[in-house]
């Protein structure tokens, strides 16, 4: 089992212990005449890949770790791996994905990523932990933030996000500009 593969979103190929998904998920409107920001640009990779995450965490309470990345074309497309074991622990998941992007990176496929995965964390002006999801996002020009969503579910059962803050990552992912 692919470990994104809750949704039909992911389709994994066979080449090999680590897999990446080959569908676009989305493609930019009018491309060539868009000339966007780094920042403009992982936010619209986010904002592809954060549906499915709530979506998932809305119908089971979970969800596992998945990643995304903006081709140099600026589609965007899944990413999952797997090695064989159909739970691995969440950290193994996140270094076989960063190993995904950083190979990618090295050899000029990718504009952006993103790796979305759940924390708990204390936001700002909190002083409690909270459940949040972990969007740590990277661009081909250095620039690297972590986005936490805290989120709760509602009595319905529905992930409702609060606002979200941003700290920066460590830009090792294209490495340094």
Do not use: W
Request: proline fraction near 7%; hydrophobic fraction near 40%.
């Amino acid at each position: 089992m692919v470990f994104a593969a809750a949704t039909s979103a992911v389709a994994a190929d066979a080449r090999g212990p680590t897999r990446e998904s080959g569908s676009p998920a989305r493609r930019p409107k009018n491309q060539d005449s868009m000339t966007k920001m780094p920042k403009e640009e992982c936010e619209d990779l986010m904002n592809a890949l954060l549906p499915m995450v709530k979506k998932l965490l809305s119908e089971h309470g979970e969800f596992c770790t998945v990643g995304g990345t903006m081709q140099t074309d600026g589609s965007i497309a899944f990413v999952s791996t797997y090695d064989g074991d159909e739970h691995p622990p969440s950290q193994k998941v996140i270094d076989s994905l960063m190993e995904v992007f950083r190979a990618g990176a090295k050899q000029k496929k990718y504009k952006a990523t993103a790796l979305i995965y759940d924390i708990r964390t204390i936001p700002p002006e909190a002083t409690e932990k909270t459940d949040a999801v972990a969007v740590r996002l990277d661009h081909v020009t250095g620039y690297s933030v972590v986005v936490a969503f805290p989120y709760q579910f509602s009595t319905t059962h529905e992930v409702v996000f609060a606002h979200p803050f941003v700290t920066k990552a460590g830009a090792d992912i294209f490495g340094k500009p």
